[in-house]
């Protein structure tokens, strides 16, 4: 059920009062809701199991790896780190600023609104709303009307666990989220697409409200040729198999060279029928295309391609269903390369060299994360220096997630700010930089009061004259 929009505004200046008031600034408070938090997943999995199901064909064990478990690990561990991020900090200053007690305090950004997706909904609602207790803000959670069985048990389930006025959950769609957009709020916390990001960067102007935007892109794959094909095309795969590749670090396309094209492909469709021996569509391992609106989309662009289907997926509209698909000899200009693919759709793109595949890329909007295979530690390095992207991936696909200490950003169309652990409670974190002048330090002072004598001036534009090393270029 939707929240009545007459209301939002009050739920928002509630959790401003509550911000005000100050029960979110104790260390033991934040760890408490961080552990409830804990419990809630792992209390209520098998009903966050069952409406993921209902809502996205998610199969059981991929919602408790990629987003039950994520959600309890990273809120005890937040919890467990929470006293040691906190610490002010006394940066070191030269000698003759000891004594001003130049300090960082940490202070929690205020309320903040967090729009998440519907493709790994638990995880990128709570992933945010971790680092949100943890820093001390209180917080809206607006999560995707596409999954509407899980947003209502978020609605349903939250205020059991979290205090009610720190954390609130608003449910709906388009008038929901104009009224959310139309308030102020101290930061925005959006994932999703790069049209809504727009919007919602817009409306975030208008207040000067700071934003973390997650978004997507055309993940590409550059496979060495001279890596192991059969191992590549086995992770390669995998990471397009998660959640029938409706993530944002899917592999989206493969560029490859073009004699090793027709290996890739055997290696591919070999791995397909291990992973799937009875094909797919029927399998519970593989989830379901989120709406029909999607499905026809992903159809639709299936039926453009002028490339080469080498694995034909089968298709059952009716229950949102598509197999892994993969198409060879995919040309630019291609219907499937005109947009992020979200679904088992794997084209391969055939170069003719390493160079080209890096100008390929670079040709288009920065990734989030790229993706290649090589054992070439030359190879890698011009990859990290020659491209751009959120993050870059060696020799696997979708495993960067589970490590909790990298940042999770974008770049560019791909998004900006970010997340995971220590990252997300920077988010919505100021660091506040404070000093403390002792009246003691007045003496010292003396020279920047005017009238400036000329032994004053050369003392306060001393740094004019900094000693500058010449060049060994």
């Given at each position: 059920m939707a929240t009545l929009v007459s209301t939002i505004p009050?739920?928002?200046?509630?959790?401003?009062?509550?911000?005000?008031?100050?029960?979110?600034?104790?260390?033991?408070?934040?760890?408490?809701?961080?552990?409830q938090l804990a419990r809630m997943a792992q209390n209520e999995r098998e009903l966050i199991c069952d409406a993921l199901k209902k809502d996205l064909g998610k199969p059981k064990t991929e919602v408790l790896m990629a987003e039950v478990g994520s959600v309890i690990e990273r809120a005890v561990k937040s919890a467990e780190h929470l006293p040691e991020w906190a610490k002010t900090e006394y940066p070191k200053v030269a000698d003759w600023q000891k004594s001003w007690k130049p300090t960082l305090y940490?202070?929690?950004?205020?309320?903040v609104l967090i729009i998440s997706p519907w493709n790994y909904p638990m995880i990128l609602t709570f992933q945010p709303l971790i680092g949100a207790i943890a820093a001390g803000c209180t917080a809206v959670l607006k999560p995707s009307e596409l999954v509407p069985t899980f947003s209502q048990l978020l609605e349903e389930i939250v205020p059991k666990y979290l205090d009610p006025n720190m954390c609130r959950v608003v449910n709906g769609a388009v008038p929901e989220?104009?009224?959310?957009?139309?308030?102020?709020?101290?930061?925005?916390?959006?994932?999703?697409?790069?049209?809504?990001?727009?919007?919602?960067?817009?409306?975030?102007?208008?207040?000067?409200?700071?934003?973390?935007?997650?978004?997507g892109g055309k993940s590409p794959v550059i496979i060495d040729s001279a890596y192991d094909i059969d191992l590549a095309a086995k992770r390669i795969l995998w990471g397009k198999c998660n959640n029938a590749g409706q993530i944002c670090v899917a592999p989206d396309y493969v560029l490859v060279q073009r004699d090793k094209q027709d290996e890739l492909v055997k290696a591919l469709q070999k791995h397909y029928n291990a992973f799937f021996p009875e094909g797919?569509?029927?399998?519970?391992?593989?989830?379901?295309?989120?709406?029909?609106?999607?499905?026809?989309?992903?159809?639709?662009?299936?039926?453009?391609?002028?490339?080469?289907?080498?694995?034909?997926?089968?298709?059952?509209?009716?229950?949102?269903?598509?197999?892994?698909?993969?198409?060879?000899?995919?040309?630019?200009?291609?219907s499937l390369l005109e947009e992020e693919l979200f679904g088992p759709?794997?084209?391969?793109?055939?170069?003719?060299?390493?160079?080209?595949?890096?100008d390929f890329v670079n040709a288009r909007p920065h990734p989030l994360v790229l993706y290649a295979f090589s054992d070439n530690e030359s190879v890698k390095q011009q990859l990290v220096s020659e491209t751009q992207s959120g993050g870059i991936v060696f020799n696997d696909t979708f495993q960067q997630?589970?490590?909790?200490?990298?940042?999770?950003?974008?770049?560019?169309?791909?998004?900006?700010?970010?997340?995971v652990m220590k990252?997300?409670?920077?988010?919505?974190?100021?660091?506040?930089?404070?000093i403390d002048m002792p009246k003691e330090a007045e003496p010292y002072l003396a020279i920047r009061y005017p009238p400036h004598s000329e032994e004053a001036v050369k003392a306060l534009t001393a740094a004019v004259y900094t000693r500058i090393p010449p060049s060994r270029l």
């Open positions: 009050k739920v928002r200046d509630a959790l401003q009062a509550t911000f005000r008031s100050g029960l979110t600034r104790p260390i033991t408070w934040r760890q408490h809701q961080l552990y940490k202070a929690p950004r205020g309320t989220t104009s009224k959310l957009l139309e308030l102020q709020w101290d930061h925005i916390f959006y994932t999703g697409n790069g049209r809504v990001a727009r919007i919602i960067a817009t409306a975030a102007a208008k207040h000067l409200t700071p934003l973390t935007l997650e978004l797919a569509l029927d399998s519970p391992s593989f989830g379901s295309i989120v709406s029909d609106l999607h499905h026809k989309r992903l159809t639709s662009l299936l039926s453009r391609t002028k490339g080469k289907v080498v694995l034909q997926g089968r298709a059952d509209a009716a229950r949102r269903r598509l197999e892994p698909t993969i198409v060879m000899d995919v040309a630019d200009g291609d759709i794997l084209p391969i793109v055939p170069v003719d060299s390493f160079k080209q595949a890096i997630l589970a490590v909790n200490e990298l940042p999770f950003a974008g770049v560019g169309e791909s998004g900006y700010g970010n997340q990252h997300t409670y920077d988010t919505f974190t100021q660091l506040r930089s404070s």
